[in-house]
C-alpha cells in the first residue's frame, strides 16, 4: 500500500526540469460541455467517494462559495463589498448548479473581478504620477483576515494609493543600501543605511519607475486569466470543502503532478502550496538546493522571484503552476526568492538551482554521548522513502536495520530516532520499522469510506534493538512519521520529545483520472478532463484514537522555535476532525522503558537551566510578537526603523545558530554543510534527550496490558 503524502495536490514539488513536458501542455479551451460533465462527475463522486460521505448541500455549497471567493480576491484588493454581496447570492446554489449542469457563478465571479481588476489598472498611472509624500505618517494592514472589502471606489482608490506607496518605499530604501554598501567599499568608511538624509529625487524616481512598471505587468498577467481557468478554481473549491487534501486538478496541473511523481529532481527543491494568494512552503525535501542553501523554511511565503541580477517578478496571487514555471530552472543556475517568514522579516535568499544529493535523503546514524559519557545511538529517518517501480532501490526499513545494527556493535545503551521534518512515505515502512523496536502485534488501524477497519500489524515476533528510545518530532513530522511515533508511544516502548503537536495528517488520498471514470464511452470525445484527488481513507491508533488533526502529543513538550507557527492539519479550512474508533489489544513492552513522570520533571528543570533554551524562549517571544504585528509602517522613517529592526532579529538568530546561513553572502551560501555530528552538538532537543536517557530509564519489567 502507498502512503499518501502530507499535502494536497494542489502541492507541487519544486524540482521540475525547466522545459519539461508539462510546460508544453496545451491550455484546455473553452466547452461548455466538457464543464457540464465535469461538474456532473464532482457531483456523483465526491459524495460517494469521499470518507466523510459529506452531502452535496447547502452547508457544502457556502463552504465552497467561502473559497471560490478567497481564490477570486484573496488579499480584498480589487472587489468592493456590493460586488461580494451580490456573489453572495450563489453562496446556497452551487450543490444545484454542479446537478443541473448550469453553472453561473464561475462566469459571474470572472466578469465581476475583471471589471474591477481594470478599474484598478486606470487608476495606477494617476496614482503615480499624483505622486506621495513619503512622510506622512501612515500604516497598511497587511493580513487580509483583519480588513474589510472597500466599501466603494474612493477606498478601493486610497487602498491602492497606500500599497504602491508601499511599494515604492521599499524599492527606494533597496536601492539606498545598495547606494550605501558601494560608498562604504570605495571610501572604507561609508554612511550607514542607519543615517537619515533627505530623499534622493533620482532613486526615487527609480522607485517609482519599478512600481508602475511592476504593477502593470501584474495586472496585465490577472486579465490574461481564462475562462476555463475561473471553472477549474471552481471545481476546486467544491473539492477542497469536502476537507483540504481533496482536490480537482486541471489536466495542466494534472501532468505537473505526473511528472513530480516520476522522480525529476532537477531545481530547488521545495514542496509548495497556495494559500490565500501567496505560495506557501510546506516542506523542503532533503539533499535538495534549498536544503543544503538553509535558509528557505517551512511555512515561509515566497513574494517574488528574479534569476540572477535580474528584476523580480511579483507571483502573489500567482497559480502554483505559473509560479513554478519562475522558480525552476536548469541545474547550475541561481533564483533569487524574496521571502517573507512567519515573523514578518524579510529576505532575499539565493539559491543555486541543482539536483537533489540522493545520499543526503537517505537513513543516517552518529555516536553520540551522555553528559555523563555514556554512548547513545543516533538515526535520522529524513522519509519514509520506497522504490515503488518494481526495482531493487534502496528503502528505508533495510537502511535503518544496517544503521542500527552498526550502532549497535558500539556498544550503545540507548537511540534517539529522530522524525522531525519527516512528512511521510510508505506506510508499509512505518510498520516494518516500528516491528525493529517491537515483538510483532498491531501497529496502525485504516478505516476506508465504508465503515470497514483493517488492522496493519508487525508480524515478526524478532526485535532488532530492545534498549532505550527516545523519538523526536515536530510540527512538521506528519503522516508515516505520526504513525511510527504513536505506535511507539502507545506501546509504552519509546519517550516522544517534540513541540506541542505533530502535523496531524492521519487520512489517504486516491488519484482518479475522471478520463476513466467516465459514465458513458461515447463521452470520450471530450478533452483531458482532469483528475479528481479525493479523501479515501482514515488512520487510527491502536488505542483508538486518530492521528488526524490533533496529531501526536509528545509526552515531554520542549519549546521550539515553531511554537509560534499556525502549522498543522487543525488550522487547515475544512479538515475532517479527530474522532475515536475501537480500541485492539496490545501487550505493552516489557523491556527497558522510561518512568514519563520523572522524565517530565527532570526535563522541565533542565530545559528552565539550559541557556539554549532560554535563548529559544527568547528569540520565540520576538517572533510571536513580531507575527502578530501585521500593520506596517507605510512612511519611510517608519519602514525604515522597521527594517532596521528586523535586521537585527535575523542578526541575533544567526549569532545563536537559529537560523541559517547569511543572507548577504549570495550564493556562496550553497556552502558544504556542517557534519551530522557537528549538528547534533548544536541541537538543544538533543540535548535534552541525552540528558534523560542517563537517569529517567527503568529497567526491564512487566507494565501491564492495554486494551
Same mark, same amino acid.
Given at each position: 500500500m502507498r502512503f499518501s503524502r502530507t499535502v494536497s495536490t494542489w502541492v507541487l514539488i519544486v524540482f521540475l526540469v525547466a522545459g519539461s513536458a508539462a510546460a508544453r501542455v496545451m491550455p484546455v479551451g473553452f466547452d461548455s460541455d466538457r464543464n457540464r460533465l465535469i461538474a456532473y462527475m464532482l457531483s456523483h463522486q465526491l459524495p460517494a467517494q469521499h470518507f466523510g460521505h459529506k452531502q452535496l448541500d447547502d452547508d457544502l455549497s457556502r463552504a465552497a462559495f467561502a473559497l471560490f471567493l478567497k481564490q477570486l480576491d484573496p488579499r480584498k484588493r480589487f472587489l468592493l463589498q456590493s460586488d461580494v454581496d451580490q456573489l453572495g447570492a450563489f453562496a446556497?446554489?452551487?450543490?444545484?448548479?454542479?446537478? !443541473?449542469?448550469?453553472?453561473?457563478? @464561475?462566469?459571474?465571479?470572472?466578469?465581476?473581478?475583471?471589471?474591477?481588476?481594470?478599474?484598478?489598472?486606470?487608476?495606477?498611472?494617476?496614482?503615480?504620477?499624483?505622486?506621495?509624500?513619503?512622510?506622512?505618517?501612515? $500604516?497598511?494592514?497587511?493580513?487580509?483576515?483583519?480588513?474589510?472589502?472597500?466599501?466603494?471606489?474612493?477606498?478601493?482608490?486610497?487602498?491602492?494609493?497606500?500599497?504602491?506607496?508601499?511599494?515604492?518605499?521599499?524599492?527606494?530604501?533597496?536601492?539606498? #543600501?545598495?547606494?550605501?554598501?558601494?560608498?562604504?567599499?570605495?571610501?572604507?568608511?561609508?554612511? !550607514?543605511? !542607519?543615517?537619515?538624509? @533627505?530623499?534622493?529625487?533620482?532613486?526615487?524616481?527609480?522607485?517609482?519607475?519599478?512600481?508602475?512598471?511592476?504593477?502593470?505587468? $501584474?495586472?496585465?498577467?490577472?486579465?490574461?486569466?481564462?475562462r476555463q481557468e475561473y471553472y477549474n478554481r471552481y471545481f476546486d473549491a467544491v473539492a477542497r470543502a469536502f476537507d483540504p487534501h481533496s482536490d480537482y486538478m486541471a489536466p495542466t496541473l494534472k501532468e505537473d503532478f505526473d511528472i513530480h511523481m516520476s522522480g525529476s529532481l532537477e531545481g530547488i527543491g521545495a514542496l509548495l502550496r497556495e494559500e490565500d494568494g501567496h505560495i506557501k512552503v510546506v516542506r523542503i525535501i532533503p539533499g535538495s538546493a534549498a536544503e543544503r542553501q538553509g535558509q528557505?523554511?517551512?511555512?515561509?511565503?515566497?513574494?517574488?522571484?528574479?534569476?540572477? #541580477?535580474?528584476?523580480?517578478?511579483?507571483?502573489? #496571487?500567482?497559480?502554483?503552476?505559473?509560479?513554478? !514555471? $519562475?522558480?525552476?530552472?536548469?541545474?547550475?543556475?541561481?533564483?533569487?526568492?524574496?521571502?517573507?517568514?512567519? #515573523?514578518?522579516?524579510?529576505?532575499?535568499?539565493?539559491?543555486?538551482?541543482?539536483?537533489?544529493?540522493?545520499?543526503?535523503?537517505?537513513?543516517?546514524?552518529?555516536?553520540?554521548?551522555t553528559p555523563g559519557g555514556e554512548k547513545i545511538g543516533y538515526i535520522r529517518i529524513p522519509s519514509f522513502y520506497r522504490d515503488f517501480n518494481g526495482g531493487k532501490g534502496r528503502n528505508v526499513t533495510d537502511d535503518t536495520r544496517a544503521?542500527?545494527?552498526?550502532?549497535?556493535?558500539?556498544?550503545?545503551?540507548?537511540?534517539?530516532?529522530?522524525?522531525?521534518?519527516?512528512?511521510?512515505?510508505?506506510?508499509?515502512?512505518?510498520?516494518?520499522?516500528?516491528?525493529?523496536?517491537?515483538?510483532?502485534?498491531?501497529?496502525?488501524?485504516?478505516?476506508?469510506?465504508?465503515?470497514?477497519?483493517?488492522?496493519?500489524?508487525d508480524e515478526d515476533p524478532g526485535v532488532a534493538y530492545d534498549g532505550p528510545l527516545i523519538v523526536l518530532v515536530n510540527q512538521f513530522s506528519a503522516s508515516a512519521s505520526e504513525i511510527l511515533a504513536a505506535a511507539l508511544q502507545d506501546y509504552g516502548r519509546a519517550l516522544i520529545i517534540g513541540g506541542e503537536h505533530t502535523h496531524g495528517k492521519g487520512t489517504v488520498q486516491v488519484l482518479m483520472d475522471l478520463n476513466r471514470n467516465l459514465p458513458l464511452l461515447h463521452l470520450k470525445k471530450y478533452d483531458d478532463l482532469g483528475a479528481l484527488k479525493v479523501t479515501i481513507q482514515k488512520f487510527y491508533r491502536i488505542n483508538g484514537g486518530s492521528t488526524q488533526y490533533k496529531g501526536v502529543e509528545p509526552d515531554i513538550v520542549v519549546p521550539s522555535m515553531l511554537d509560534y507557527l499556525k502549522s498543522g492539519e487543525k488550522y487547515m479550512e475544512n479538515s475532517l476532525p479527530w474522532d475515536r474508533v475501537q480500541d485492539v489489544g496490545y501487550q505493552r513492552w516489557q523491556g527497558p522503558h522510561f518512568d514519563i513522570e520523572k522524565a517530565r520533571r527532570e526535563s522541565r528543570q533542565w530545559v528552565a537551566a539550559s541557556k539554549r533554551f532560554q535563548v529559544i524562549r527568547d528569540e520565540l517571544a520576538k517572533a510571536k510578537k513580531r507575527s502578530e504585528q501585521t500593520k506596517v509602517a507605510d512612511f519611510l522613517e517608519g519602514m525604515r526603523r522597521e527594517k532596521e529592526e528586523l535586521a537585527r532579529a535575523r542578526a541575533e538568530a544567526r549569532a545563536v545558530g537559529l537560523m541559517g546561513v547569511d543572507e548577504e553572502k549570495g550564493a556562496e551560501a550553497n556552502k558544504e554543510k556542517k557534519k551530522l555530528a557537528e549538528q547534533l552538538a548544536e541541537d538543544p532537543f538533543v540535548d535534552v534527550a541525552l540528558y534523560l536517557m542517563q537517569d529517567s530509564v527503568v529497567p526491564a519489567a512487566t507494565i501491564g496490558r492495554a486494551r
Open positions: 446556497d446554489h452551487i450543490d444545484d448548479e454542479l446537478r !443541473s449542469g448550469r453553472m453561473v457563478l @464561475p462566469d459571474v465571479g470572472s466578469q465581476i473581478l475583471t471589471g474591477r481588476i481594470r478599474q484598478v489598472r486606470s487608476m495606477i498611472d494617476a496614482i503615480m504620477d499624483r505622486g506621495f509624500d513619503p512622510n506622512r505618517e501612515e $500604516y497598511l494592514e497587511t493580513d487580509p483576515e483583519k480588513i474589510h472589502y472597500a466599501k466603494g471606489v474612493d477606498e478601493l482608490r486610497d487602498r491602492w494609493r497606500r500599497i504602491l506607496k508601499l511599494q515604492v518605499l521599499d524599492i527606494y530604501l533597496g536601492l539606498v #543600501d545598495e547606494r550605501n554598501r558601494k560608498e562604504a567599499k570605495e571610501q572604507v568608511r561609508g554612511t !550607514s543605511s !542607519s543615517e537619515a538624509r @533627505p530623499v534622493d529625487r533620482e532613486l526615487w524616481k527609480k522607485a517609482v519607475d519599478k512600481v508602475r512598471r511592476r504593477n502593470h505587468q $501584474y495586472l496585465h498577467r490577472l486579465l490574461q486569466v481564462t528557505l523554511q517551512a511555512e515561509d511565503t515566497i513574494l517574488a522571484v528574479a534569476e540572477k #541580477d535580474a528584476d523580480p517578478v511579483d507571483i502573489s #496571487d500567482m497559480r502554483i503552476r505559473d509560479a513554478v !514555471s $519562475y522558480i525552476r530552472g536548469p541545474k547550475g543556475t541561481e533564483v533569487r526568492l524574496t521571502v517573507q517568514k512567519p #515573523d514578518g522579516t524579510r529576505l532575499v535568499i539565493p539559491i543555486i538551482r541543482d539536483v537533489v544529493q540522493i545520499e543526503e535523503t537517505y537513513v543516517k546514524s552518529a555516536l553520540l554521548r544503521e542500527l545494527a552498526k550502532l549497535k556493535t558500539k556498544g550503545i545503551r540507548g537511540l534517539i530516532l529522530d522524525l522531525r521534518n519527516n512528512g511521510g512515505g510508505a506506510l508499509t515502512d512505518a510498520v516494518a520499522i516500528s516491528g525493529l523496536f517491537l515483538p510483532g502485534g498491531p501497529v496502525v488501524q485504516v478505516k476506508n469510506s465504508q465503515g470497514m477497519i483493517r488492522v496493519l500489524e
